[in-house]
Nanobody
Framework: QVQLVESGGGLVQPGGSLRLSCAFS????????MGWYRQAPGKQRELLID????????NYADSVKGRFTISRDNAKNTVSLQMNSLKPEDTTVYYC???????????WGQGILVTVSS
């Protein structure tokens, strides 16, 4: 069973940067597309960005393009989200996800809070 554990959230000032990390375990990391989404209470999930094991990156959210980047370390089974030029509207809970390349199997992390405020 895939397990995902996020880390790195917290409070940051507007214009600042933060890096979220997600540790993957329980299956073959390279068989999964790894990505990030965010969801505020009472709002729809917003898919942000994901990456295949081969490095193919897909950006889904115009709101973070040019500011957020994804990277994965296939040797350490981790995926990171580098967030730059953060804005107050980026404040929400961020989730790491893993989507199996060969079917519909998915897993999500427990979520981590990012707060952008002065």
């Amino acid at each position: 069973q895939v397990q995902l554990v996020e880390s790195g959230g917290g409070l940051v000032q507007p214009g600042g940067s933060l890096r979220l990390s997600c540790a993957f375990s329980g299956d073959i990391f390279s068989a999964y597309i790894m990505g990030w989404y965010r969801q505020a209470p009472g709002k729809q999930r917003e898919l942000l960005i994901d990456s295949t094991s081969g490095g193919l990156i897909t950006n889904y959210a115009d709101s973070v393009k040019g500011r957020f980047t994804i990277s994965r370390d296939n040797a350490k089974n981790t995926v990171s989200l580098q967030m730059n030029s953060l804005k107050p509207e980026d404040t929400t809970v961020y989730y790491c996800y893993a989507k199996w390349k060969f079917g519909s199997r998915e897993a999500w992390g427990q979520g981590i809070l990012v707060t952008v405020s002065s």
